[in-house]
């Protein structure tokens, strides 16, 4: 079956400092979703992707589909302690099946 | 907004009893999902449902047991509970509109097997 994997699972950094995750799919996607969750709390819908290199901006998150519609990255710019939480990518390859990346858990020391 | 409730958030139970979590929307979604997260593997698929009276197993569907009998509840059953069903349960809906995508999550069910 389809497997979604994220690198790093772990990330620390200053605050300031910028971030980047990645995610890989192991199938081609019809299009790509990243959701944040908090310590404690649900996730929650950042943005979606669904061109072939399509790029979208969130204030100082950037989000980037691949060519190949099999990965993605978020970056976020100057990290602030607001930042923390896990996040997540979410490959959509059929209609209804979304599978969840492993996620990476941000630490952002201040 | 009560958008898309849980219930019990927390729950002990041991090893052998069968439980239930709840999951009940506001927003008539059609779709409706079942999560478990664990450290290390992320958000797992358990179950799904497209319609009222339409399931679907996902990635890791043993041991539980999921019905829809109605489009705005969503309980999973946990049918004889295992040490290794401890984790954190989410539910989730979408709408399956056109361009719809995004998935709503409850706030989640801590359930400990002992």
């Known amino acids: 079956g389809q497997q979604v994997m994220q690198i790093p699972q772990y990330q620390h950094v200053q605050e300031g400092e910028d971030f980047t995750t990645y995610c890989n799919s192991s199938?081609?996607?019809?299009?790509i979703q990243w959701y944040k969750q908090r310590p404690g709390g649900h996730p929650v819908f950042l943005i979606q992707l669904v061109k072939s290199g399509e790029v979208k901006k969130q204030k100082r998150l950037t989000f980037q589909f691949g060519e190949a519609k099999k990965n993605s990255s978020l970056h976020i710019t100057a990290t602030q302690t607001t930042d923390v939480g896990t996040y997540f990518c979410a490959g959509r390859e059929g209609y209804q099946k979304v599978t969840f990346g492993t996620g990476t858990k941000l630490q952002v020391i201040p | 907004d009560a958008g898309i409730t849980q219930s019990p958030r927390y729950k002990i139970t041991e090893t052998g009893r069968q439980v239930t979590l709840m999951c009940h929307q506001t927003?008539?979604?059609?779709?409706m999902f079942w999560y478990r997260q664990d450290l290390g593997h992320g958000l797992r698929l358990i179950y799904y449902?497209?319609?009222?009276?339409?399931?679907d197993k996902g990635e890791v569907p043993d041991g539980y047991v999921v019905s829809r009998s109605k489009t705005e509840n969503f309980p999973l059953t946990l049918e004889s509970a295992t040490r290794s069903q401890t984790s954190v349960y989410f539910c989730?809906?979408?709408?399956?509109?056109?361009?719809?995508?995004?998935?709503?999550f409850g706030q989640g069910t801590r359930l400990t097997v002992v």
């Open positions: 927003w008539s979604h059609s779709y």
């Open positions: 199938t081609t996607l019809s299009n």
């Open positions: 989730a809906s979408r709408d399956p509109g056109i361009g719809k995508t995004e998935a709503f």
């Open positions: 449902s497209a319609a009222a009276d339409i399931t």
